[in-house]
Nanobody, 123 residues
Framework: QVQLVQSGGGLVQAGGSLSLSCVAS????????VAWFRRVPGKERDYVAA????????FYADSVKGRFTISRDNAKNTSNLQMNNLKPEDTGVYYC????????????????WGQGTQVTVSS
C-alpha cells in the first residue's frame, strides 16, 4: 500500500510563505495525480491544487491562484506546495492526496492520503 508522508507547515504571519512536501513510499507514483486539500474544523476538505505526474500540468483553486505553486519530482515521488503571500483565511490542516489516473477536484476521487499538517496564518 502506498503511504504519503507530509512535512512542512507551521505558524506564519500574513504575507509570509510556507512550503509543504509530500513524499510517497511503498510503490511507484509515476501514474498518479497528486492534489492538495485543506480543512477547517466543522467543514469538509476543500480543493487547493493538483498536478499530473506524467505531464506536470498544474491546476489551482481560484482562492490560491497566483499565490500557491504546486510541483512534483517523479524520480523522488515527491510533491511540493509552495505557499506565498499567505492570508489568515489560508489557515487549516493541509493534506496531500494521490489518485490513479487524471486530476479531480473532489476528495472522494483520491485513493491515498497524507497525515495532514497544520498551517496557521496570523494577522
Amino acid at each position: 500500500q502506498v503511504q504519503l508522508v507530509q512535512s512542512g507547515g507551521g505558524l506564519v504571519q500574513a504575507g509570509g510563505s510556507l512550503s509543504l512536501s509530500c513524499v510517497a513510499s511503498g510503490g511507484t507514483f509515476s501514474s498518479y495525480a497528486v492534489a492538495w486539500f485543506r480543512r477547517v474544523p466543522g467543514k469538509e476538505r476543500d480543493y487547493v491544487a493538483a498536478i499530473t505526474w506524467n505531464s506536470g500540468r498544474s491546476f489551482y483553486a481560484d482562492s490560491v491562484k497566483g499565490r500557491f505553486t504546486i510541483s512534483r519530482d517523479n524520480a523522488k515521488n515527491t510533491s511540493n506546495l509552495q505557499m506565498n503571500n499567505l492570508k489568515p483565511e489560508d489557515t487549516g490542516v493541509y493534506y496531500c492526496a494521490a489518485a490513479r489516473g487524471g486530476v479531480v477536484e473532489t476528495p472522494l476521487g483520491y485513493d491515498y492520503w497524507g497525515q495532514g499538517t497544520q498551517v496557521t496564518v496570523s494577522s
